[in-house]
């Protein structure tokens, strides 16, 4: 066919005009397949889809690019389709093609729905985050809000998860997801936060509503269920399992194909000692869904309780081979080898036990090995094959059972029972219909999503790791098979048993992972077999719920990597600024009344309008040779008055990532003693403390639950009072002071029996120093051999330590004698003074413009972080310990951002502790230095620091934000990527600008236009508001503020609320919200109040009255900033 003849399948100009209207916005608002418009539609596309391939077929022959809309319109098509390779290639290529593509808002919704197909969760919710950023009111807003929440769901991200459900369940508009599967979510979110009477309050509200699918119900009763059953606080066992039964039976007559509402219940039965239930249950479960290794390990506990063992054995092979790290069954297996006298098999189960996952083993069982251990190595040559030999008048060893054929009656039974009716004649309520086998394994049923969780990439394998798993314990050939053997000669039977020998050796070898048992005391173990752990999070996943699809699947082509954004091309240009910013507030206001058809968003962008979403800059060029990724720490030693309060000391510190500065108190005279803890003490035993309880690691790694290297900082938060926590600290200096001392005289007596023992040196055991404990500067540190990663035993916990953070020093009655010895810093350095944009603020900002103090003990942390708004920090170290510091340059968060994400934690939110190894792999530079008592470290804008305590020691610390246009620029780029993230910046940025505006005259013309620019947005902002409520008929009523009153955030989605507020009412109080989230709502704002806190006459004329300060002016004004009040009444300047 010639490129001049018709196409059978070109578009008629109708069906072209047509098919523009199909874009990923309709992707799960249309049923192509159930009806008949639908399936007229599906014809539609797939002739749409042919004739724009031919299209591009022409393009590839005339050697001509193809037009970028005909691949962001195939790539819709594909998609609508769910021919999600073929959609990836084409959004691939127009990505590619089209610099432009990330403005296109229905290509970024399309992209990130093909990311979640593939189960690029990062990406997805990268390129959700920018459709929300770009366009909030986006008509598919709800379904995006919703897709994150899942994911940071996922991610265990509870809090700004149901940030996101909270916004969808609000949004008005339609959806492709269903409000109850909203609710079902946030209910399940507070069960996986163990708060079960939250989420069984809100799964009864769910199932009130009268138009409830099926599907989401049975979930919700088999959640409820689950409580009943797993949670005593739920009252008596019986009466709870009761419940529980009753809850479990409603959801399998809502869903009775759920495989896990069928386990649960054979889990209650066999709680209550009803046997056959039980087993009748768990057959429906295996029938039901996909296998489970959990079921088969149930039933395996069931056949163990009823004297079956060899049925027992096999339930729990099978619960093994599908999950080679179950624990509760290797435990269990051990448990069943030890009761049949046979020890060898039972070290090696208990053994896999405690290695696929020390954290979940029951705690007996290292000790259980350390037994076996002990009584296996006391047997001689003869008494070792003595126990072998009776072991073949028991159960089959380990390597053997993974071979054995499933016998025949079992099968037969499997076949023929019966469930859920009368059994057969013959029936045996104790093992019908449960053998295990591969025949057993599924119902031809497709197989649902394999659940996700965090953190567990060893406990639990991937489908083709079980695979092959599987395949090397049962691919024994068959002429190696005991029961071929009567058709071999005697030579070959021979034969065949060395080879069948050497065959189990091998798989022994694979099953055993032959650790070394540890040195503890002879404990005996509970004989009662052991149930898989609960677990909430396993119970659900996504694929269950209607409206998702997130299958596990390979991409046939690249997913695309987004487009790291160049930190220039997000800086303000500085002729576009000037012209927004020289217009009148009158110009400005008239000129909102042409933008009365486009979307208003919930906060203003105070970028620019051409600057790209803020994302991660790319890391910096040239790479780093190995000698600079190591740099020395700026120091400064300060040697006399003079030098402290220099300007050159505030220009050194701005010029550099981190700088230590030494002597500085110690020249001025500063009494830091009245921060030391019996200071404290004196002064407010009862004054609140807030506590994270971490794990202790070695500075330079944190290991996860497997033993293995991890970025998460895991902690718990709980509230005490600086008295308790003192008391903490003390008793912990106290108890390794008396370690210390002990270790010292034992290694004394050590030394001293060593040298009596010379003259017989055969005699001599070796002393092992693994458990010596090495002290460095006043710390005591474990040695390598004795932590947790040690290759000599099973892994150790490592010990848990508080950390005594967050103390608010702001009331200036109750330490006020702290917050004047503070005055004797440097202006630049104080908390309070007029070049410190945060003292204008006109509130407190814990932390930021107030005093923090941080309470430690040695190996207390601080999470990596940068400052909020990326602003400057200052840190004194109050002793009498030390603290290492690790700090990386600001312009390498984009790749220590990228690092993040591989590591799957959250940079802005999440808690991590970087890998030294790692930074360099990425050729990251790494700052690393000690804070003695009395240093004080200046972290200048941006730059991300982490600090773990080497020593007892309090350290106190508080933000500024100098009069700079680059502290501002950083400041306000963090201020939009923060929107963009959905995190909450703590310092309100557009009201900050405004309280600069009327209290400060600037000669900086730079940061003064940067200012006036944000005002400028934000007055912008104020009047297409006003006209968009005119036009709705709104009366906007004056509510005023004060100016010690604290700036409003929207209680959805935790935006800055500038001026006008959006009131409503929820559970008997009244909150805020911003235009955007109260529109979503209610389209017409039914139920609120709309208030004004500024006049817009106020607001326009300190716009117009901003203007630069000369500098005969600024001359008159230096007297008045060394005097600063922290809420001036009048302008003034600044140098």
């Known amino acids: 066919m010639t490129l001049e003849q018709p196409l059978d399948n070109e578009l008629t100009p109708a069906e072209m005009e047509k098919l523009k209207s199909f874009d990923s916005t309709l992707y799960g608002q249309i049923d192509l397949f159930n009806t008949a418009d639908g399936s007229a539609k599906r014809l539609l596309l797939v002739k749409g889809a042919q004739s724009l391939e031919n299209e591009l077929i022409r393009s590839t022959k005339l050697n001509t690019p193809p037009s970028s809309t005909l691949l962001c319109s195939l790539g819709h098509i594909q998609l609508l389709l769910e021919d999600f390779p073929k959609a990836m290639s084409a959004y691939q290529k127009y990505y590619n093609m089209d610099q432009t593509c990330e403005q296109n808002i229905n290509f970024l919704y399309g992209l990130g729905i093909v990311y979640s197909h593939f189960n690029q969760d990062q990406w997805a919710m990268q390129t959700f985050q920018q459709v929300l950023y770009l366009n909030p009111t986006f008509v598919r807003a709800s379904d995006v809000h919703f897709r994150i929440g899942i994911i940071r769901k996922n991610n265990k991200e509870y809090e700004t998860a149901t940030k996101h459900f909270r916004i969808a369940l609000n949004d008005s508009s339609s959806s492709a997801f269903l409000k109850a599967e909203v609710r079902f979510h946030g209910a399940h979110m507070f069960e996986l936060q163990g708060d079960n009477k939250q989420a069984k309050l809100l799964y009864e509200q769910l199932l009130q509503g009268t138009s409830v699918p099926d599907q989401i119900r049975a979930n919700a009763y088999r959640q409820l269920g689950w409580m009943y059953h797993s949670d005593e606080s739920f009252g008596d066992l019986e009466r709870r399992e009761l419940t529980a039964i009753e809850y479990l039976r409603k959801s399998i007559d809502a869903d009775n194909t759920n495989g896990q509402s069928w386990y649960y219940l054979g889990r209650c039965y066999s709680t209550l000692n009803k046997v056959h239930d039980a087993f009748v249950s768990y057959r429906q479960s295996i029938d039901k869904s996909e296998a489970s290794a959990d079921t088969w390990c149930s039933i395996g506990i069931l056949y163990q309780q009823q004297n079956q ?141 394999k659940r996700r969780t965090v953190n567990r990439k060893k406990a639990e394998p991937k489908p083709g790791d079980v695979a092959q798993f599987m395949n090397q314990q049962m691919q024994l050939p068959a002429y190696l098979q005991p029961q071929n053997a009567a058709s071999l000669t005697p030579q070959q039977q021979a034969a065949a048993h060395q080879m069948r020998q050497q065959f189990f050796a091998q798989q022994q070898y694979q099953i055993s992972l032959n650790m070394q048992p540890e040195d503890v005391p002879d404990t005996s173990i509970e004989r009662q077999p052991v149930y898989p752990k609960d677990d909430p999070a396993k119970v659900l996943h996504p694929s269950e719920l209607s409206a998702i699809k997130q299958e596990v699947v390979t991409p046939a082509y690249p997913v695309i990597s987004p487009r790291p954004s160049q930190r220039q091309s997000n800086k303000l240009n500085q002729n576009e600024t000037k012209t927004c910013i020289a217009m009148t507030a009158r110009e400005i206001l008239d000129k909102c009344k042409d933008q009365s058809k486009e979307p208003i968003k919930g906060s203003p962008n105070i970028l620019s309008d051409k600057c790209r979403p803020p994302l991660p800059p790319p890391c910096p060029e040239p790479p780093l040779s190995p000698e600079q990724l190591t740099p020395s720490t700026p120091t400064i030693t300060i040697e006399c008055k003079k030098d402290a309060m220099s ?142 990663s040690s290759s000599s035993g099973g892994k150790k916990k490592s010990k848990m330590i508080k950390f005594g953070t967050n103390v608010d020093l702001s009331d200036r009655h109750k330490w006020k004698d702290q917050l004047v010895e503070l005055h004797k810093l440097p202006k630049w350095l104080n908390v309070t003074w007029a070049g410190n944009g945060l003292s204008h603020l006109g509130h407190t900002v814990l932390g930021m413009n107030s005093v923090q103090l941080y309470m430690k003990i040695p190996g207390c942390r601080t999470p990596a972080h940068q400052e909020n708004l990326n602003l400057c920090s200052v840190n004194f170290n109050i002793g009498p310990g030390d603290c290492e510091w690790f700090a990386i340059p ?108 009327k209290n400060v005259k600037l000669k900086d013309e730079a940061l003064h236009s940067l200012i006036k620019y944000v005002c400028m947005k934000s007055l912008q902002h104020t009047g297409r508001i006003e006209n968009l409520m005119s036009s709705k008929g709104k009366h906007i009523v004056w509510h005023g503020r004060q100016d010690e009153d604290a700036p409003h955030y929207c209680f959805s989605c935790e935006l800055e609320v500038f001026n006008i507020l959006f009131v409503r009412e929820v559970e008997k109080q009244h909150v805020v919200y911003c235009i955007d989230c109260a529109l979503k709502i209610s389209p017409i704002l039914d139920g609120f109040v709309i208030l004004r806190e500024h006049l817009t006459d106020s607001l326009s004329q300190t716009y117009d009255s901003y203007e630069l300060q000369s500098e005969s002016a600024v001359s008159e004004v230096v007297h008045s900033l060394l005097t600063f009040n922290p809420q001036p009444s009048t302008p003034q300047a600044v140098h």
């Open 309 to 449: 063992p060899m049925d027992a054995l096999q339930a729990y092979i099978c619960a093994v081979q599908l999950e080679k790290t179950h624990t509760a069954a290797w435990t269990n297996l051990g448990l069943l080898y030890e009761a049949n006298s046979q020890p060898q098999d039972a070290l090696a189960c208990f053994q896999n036990a405690r290695n696929t996952n020390p954290d979940s083993v029951n705690p007996n069982v290292t000790s259980r090995i350390t037994v076996l251990s002990t009584q296996l190595s006391k047997l001689s040559g003869q008494q070792l094959k003595e126990v072998i030999m009776a072991q073949k008048h028991t159960l089959p060893c380990i390597n053997e059972a993974f071979h054995l054929p499933i016998p025949a009656e079992l099968t037969s039974r499997q076949q023929g029972g019966v469930v859920g009716g009368a059994p057969p004649q013959g029936y045996n309520a104790c093992s019908a219909g449960l053998s295990p086998g591969a025949s057993m394994l599924s119902n031809g049923q497709p197989s649902p999503k």
């Open 890 to 997: 600001d312009q390498y968060w984009g790749e220590l951002y990228r690092l993040c994400q591989k590591n799957n934690v959250d940079y802005l939110s999440g808690a991590y502790w970087p890998l030294p190894e790692d930074l360099f792999k990425a050729k990251i530079p790494l700052y690393r230095f000690t804070q003695k008592p009395g240093d004080m470290v200046f972290i200048s804008p941006g730059a991300p620091h982490w600090v773990q305590a080497t020593g007892w020691c309090n350290n106190i610390a508080w933000n500024t934000a100098p009069l700079d246009v680059d502290v501002f620029k950083l400041a306000i780029e963090r201020y939009e990527f923060n929107k963009l993230q959905s995190y909450k910046s703590i310092v309100p940025m557009v009201h900050l600008c405004w309280n600069l505006a």
């Open 647 to 788: 300007s050159d000391l505030q220009r050194i510190s701005m010029g550099q990532p981190i700088v230590l500065v030494k002597n500085l108190a110690t020249v001025l005279r500063m009494n830091l003693g009245l921060f030391s803890t019996k200071t404290l003490v004196e002064t407010a035993p009862d004054h609140p403390c807030e506590v994270r309880t971490q794990r202790l690691f070695n500075v330079e790694e944190t290991l996860d639950a497997q033993g293995q290297k991890t970025w998460k900082q895991e902690s718990t938060r709980t509230t005490t009072t600086i008295a308790k926590y003192a008391h903490y600290q003390a008793s912990s200096f106290q108890e390794s002071l008396a370690a210390e001392t002990g270790k010292s005289k034992e290694q004394f007596q050590k030394s001293l029996a060593k040298s009596s023992a010379a003259p017989q040196p055969t005699q001599v055991k070796t002393v092992s120093t693994t458990s010596a404990t090495q002290v460095k500067g006043g710390v005591s540190r474990d040695s390598d051999s004795d932590s947790s």
